[in-house]
């Protein structure tokens, strides 16, 4: 929670101080394409994960030696499927919102002061997509790492 919210709120609060602009859409946008498709296969790869893990369970269950099983995994695994869908969503908005806002000229035409607390608040998007990615990265990891290791029950 610590980094995908207040870490944001500083990032994009020092680029309003310091007068950090955003630049080069184009490749904001092309970078972010690629982003929401690893994305997307990372969501189809997390579905499968909780579809076979599920059916192992299943067959323990039929055999009768599935005791005491460990609810981690599966709780790891949803929470990494909603975190992933989560940020395929953002990068997608952010995406589509940059590509209509390069396309139209509309930063240009902002005076200012709008478009330091745009570029600000695309900071702190970027710096919250980040740490959304991070943290699914981290519960990947942590599910696999049980799963490795056959953790299964308690």
């Not at 992933?84 to 990068?91: I, P």
């Not at 998007?125 to 290791?149: D, E, F, Q």
Request: proline share 1%; aromatic share 12%.
């Amino acid at each position: 929670m610590f980094w995908e919210v207040f870490v944001p709120i500083v990032v994009a609060s020092v680029g309003f101080i310091f007068n950090i602009r955003v630049s080069n859409a184009d490749i904001i946008v092309s970078a972010l394409g690629v982003l929401g498709g690893l994305l997307f296969a990372h969501a189809i790869f997390v579905f499968d994960l909780r579809m076979n893990y599920m059916h192992v369970i299943g067959e323990r269950l039929k055999r009768g030696d599935a005791d005491g099983e460990n609810l981690t995994v599966p709780m790891l695994i949803d929470d990494m499927f909603s975190g992933v869908v989560y940020s395929s969503a953002l990068s997608l908005l952010v995406t589509m919102l940059t590509a209509l806002a390069s396309s139209y000229g509309w930063y240009g035409m902002l005076c200012n002061v709008l478009q330091r607390i745009v570029s600000a608040m695309f900071i702190g998007v970027m710096a919250h997509l980040a740490a959304c990615i991070w943290r699914v990265l981290k519960l990947t990891s942590n599910a696999y790492g049980l799963l490795r290791r056959g953790h299964f029950s308690e």
